[in-house]
């Protein structure tokens, strides 16, 4: 039974979408950023691009100039494009436009004996735990038997099969405010002390945190108060957010991560409705990068921070990634940009239980970038989830990750598991803290954050911190 078990869970897992890593880079495209003292005539450029071979340009402005993506001719390879343009004296970098994806979880190693692991009927699992529920692997499908269904539909596909619906007017606020009924569900909100912080602050709507992920459902019901509102929509009619896969101002998500991550960072609270996220009132910029597939490229990502800065995002929560790319110098760079602006780059530290500390880290969470929080997970019982990545040097603090309730598409709700709902718990806190102390800088902000947590034997030596996300205490620091 055991074998079955292992071997089914295996062959499930690895076709879900976006868990197979088909390529780390899109073919065909290179990004290259040029110096800003080197002059690039008509001629100079023209010469270039035929030593090159390209094929087609995408020119960026605002502050992406100086970089430019290219399309490569058919019979032109990704490393012999970069090795050409790295000859010429114009360029500064250049790269291939490598592959970012939501970071699916792997089969549950029940040899583990960090963790506690639920009781499945039929199984013998030592030391199981009959409280912890383990999700179904695929929505819909009782698998593994005594599993807890997400209630999710189908992952994949560029669009819903009815189409992206059309944005619907903001909500009136609920005044007086009426509880939420399954807040309960959202078990991560206690553990950090959420609830105790929203008797002191709830928040603000001035407070402005980009959700860079697969888009929002952005008529939930539990969300659509809590969303940015553009003052000065461009003619991509940009309201709530943008969408980079489709190049319009629609970012409905066609996955479920993106309206899961913005429920956990600011669900609407006290509207009566489902759940709250930790900041009770925020404005939540949807920004939409990763495809339908869990999917994107890093130059629509680049696009989306720094679009999120550009409009005045302070804090961006970003539950993706890829492995082994350190040489991605355009996506640190973005998160440099974030940086000089005052904004704080909240990243999932990834779900391959690995060391980030070690050559096959999780990009960006194992960047050094001084604005970066990366953050592991843990579950009920204050463990290090068996599928959190960790880093004694790279990953800075946990927060509840496993078996995490949250909004999804159609106005519903489900259970995720991931590093990617531990980042939003974070985001969501640093937008509590941030909004109530706006004077503060993301150095500030950052340090309080990580100094407020609570210690846990389980995370010792593991991450920086050694301990998980508590809002209420980070909230009441430097008063």
Not at 264 to 289: E, H, N, P, W, Y
Not at 307 to 324: C, E, F, I, M, Q
Request: glycine share 10%; aromatic share 8%; with cysteine.
């Amino acid at each position: 039974m055991s074998f079955s078990w292992k071997v089914m869970s295996y062959l499930l897992v690895v076709s879900l979408p976006g868990a197979v890593l088909a390529s780390d880079y899109k073919p065909g495209e290179v990004i290259v950023k040029y110096k800003d003292d080197v002059s690039r005539t008509r001629t100079i450029m023209t010469k270039l691009y035929d030593d090159v071979g390209v094929k087609k340009i995408r020119r960026y402005s605002g502050i992406m100039r100086g970089f430019e993506q290219y399309e490569l001719d058919e019979n032109v390879k990704v490393q012999d494009a970069v090795a050409e343009l790295l000859k010429n004296d114009a360029v500064e970098y250049a790269q291939p436009n490598y592959i970012l994806r939501t970071f699916p979880v792997n089969p549950v190693p029940y040899n583990n004996p960090r963790i506690a692991m639920p009781c499945i009927p039929g199984m013998d699992v030592p030391g199981c735990d009959p409280n912890e529920k383990i999700p179904c692997l695929v929505p819909g499908i009782p698998f593994p038997p005594g599993c807890e269904d997400s209630g999710g539909g189908n992952p994949g596909g560029d669009d819903p099969p009815s189409g992206r619906p059309a944005l619907n007017p903001a909500p009136p606020e609920v005044n007086p405010s009426v509880e939420d009924p399954d807040i309960s569900k959202a078990w991560g909100l206690e553990k950090i002390e959420a609830t105790k912080a929203w008797r002191e602050h709830m928040g603000s709507k001035d407070f402005i945190v980009a959700d860079i992920d697969t888009g929002i459902d952005y008529n939930h019901e539990d969300l659509s108060f809590n969303l940015w509102r553009n003052p000065n929509p461009s003619d991509k009619n940009d309201v709530v957010g943008f969408n980079f896969v489709h190049n319009d101002g629609l970012p409905y998500d066609d996955n479920e991560h993106g309206t899961h991550t913005a429920g956990t960072i600011g669900a609407t609270g006290g509207d009566g409705k489902g759940i709250s996220g930790v900041s009770q009132r925020v404005s939540l910029m949807t920004l939409k990068f990763l495809a339908g597939d869990g999917s994107g490229t890093t130059a629509d990502a680049i696009r989306a921070i720094d679009y999120a800065v550009a409009h005045g995002a302070k804090v961006l929560s970003n539950s993706w990634g890829g492995k082994g790319d350190d040489d991605n110098k355009a996506l640190y760079d973005a998160i440099e940009r974030a940086r000089d602006k005052n904004v704080l780059f909240i990243a999932a530290a990834g779900n391959d239980g690995a060391d980030n500390d070690g050559k096959d880290a999780s990009y960006p969470a194992a960047f050094d970038n001084d604005n970066l929080i990366s953050v592991a997970a843990t579950d009920r019982s204050d463990q290090l989830a068996f599928f959190s990545n960790y880093g004694k040097k790279t990953t800075h603090l946990a927060a509840p990750g496993a078996n995490v309730y949250s909004t999804i598409p159609g106005g519903k709700y489900a259970s995720f598991s991931g590093t990617s709902m531990a980042c939003p718990h974070v985001a969501g806190a640093a937008a509590m803290v941030w909004s109530k102390h706006p004077d503060w800088d993301y150095k500030h902000v950052k340090k309080v954050l990580m100094e407020s947590v609570d210690q846990l034997p389980s995370l010792s030596g593991k991450i920086v911190t050694g301990g998980r996300l508590n809002v209420l205490k980070a909230l009441r620091s430097m008063e």
